[in-house]
T-cell receptor, first 114, second 106 residues
Framework: ETGVTQTPRHLVMGMTNKKSLKCEQH?????MYWYKQSAKKPLELMFV???????ENNSVPSRFSPECPNSSHLFLHLHTLQPEDSALYLC?????????????FGSGTQLSVL | GIQVEQSPPDLILQEGANSTLRCNFS?????LQWFHQNPWGQLINLFY???GTKQNGRLSATTVATERYSLLYISSSQTTDSGVYFC????????FGTGTRLTVIP
């Protein structure tokens, strides 16, 4: 148990569906992240929030829409995804942003887009 | 971004053997971490080690920041050590390598 909880663990969706991934951290951290892990590729940083403010959007397509209502919760809203978006989506948190602290990951959501 | 190269990409060990995993960075980093991803996808933070040496049980890590590399040592390997080991480093954000897939056989 890392203190970062992601739901759902698995998600299958069609290209016309709208779904959301949820992440919650119980560590008192101020920074939260979304990463994408595809087969044979390094983890890709998607979004960074520091004190609820988005500080990084790593050229992610607009069909992925993040939301950070407070420092403990992070969402990733999905709509009109493509099959190549199938991947493991990982949420992480750290005490503060700027790559200066330990990163703690959730268990991830395995997403399949049909 | 920073390029992170890990070696070897794959490693098979007999239980009880020792191993060294390496991570090279294309530029200086002020944050460097090692992670273990188990077969169920969970990434566990092993070490936060921007410089120096740390040990935790059978695992230890050394980072030589001036030469932009880090080493992870696994001693007396066990089957539960199997999985993928990632290093990540950066200045403002962490960049990950493609990992070393370790398989420990009984």
């Amino acid at each position: 148990e890392t203190g970062v909880t992601q739901t759902p663990r698995h998600l299958v969706m069609g290209m016309t569906n709208k779904k959301s991934l949820k992440c919650e951290q119980h560590l008192g951290h101020n920074a939260m992240y979304w990463y994408k892990q595809s087969a044979k590729k390094p983890l890709e940083l998607m979004f960074v929030y520091n004190f609820k403010e988005q500080t990084e959007n790593n050229s992610v397509p607009s069909r992925f829409s993040p939301e950070c209502p407070n420092s403990s919760h992070l969402f990733l809203h999905l709509h009109t995804l493509q099959p190549e978006d199938s991947a493991l989506y990982l949420c992480a948190s750290s005490p503060h942003g700027g790559a200066t602290g330990n990163l703690f990951f959730g268990s991830g959501t395995q997403l399949s887009v049909l | 971004g920073i390029q992170v190269e890990q070696s070897p990409p794959d490693l098979i060990l007999q239980e009880g053997a020792n191993s060294t995993l390496r991570c090279n960075f294309s530029d200086s980093v002020n944050n460097l971490q090692w992670f273990h991803q188990n077969p169920w996808g969970q990434l566990i933070n092993l070490f936060y080690i921007p410089s120096g040496t740390k040990q935790n049980g059978r695992l230890s890590a050394t980072t030589v920041a001036t030469e932009r590399y880090s080493l992870l040592y696994i001693s007396s390997s066990q089957t539960t050590d199997s999985g993928v080991y990632f290093c990540a480093g950066g200045a403002n954000n962490l960049f990950f390598g493609t990992g070393t897939r370790l398989t420990v056989i009984p």
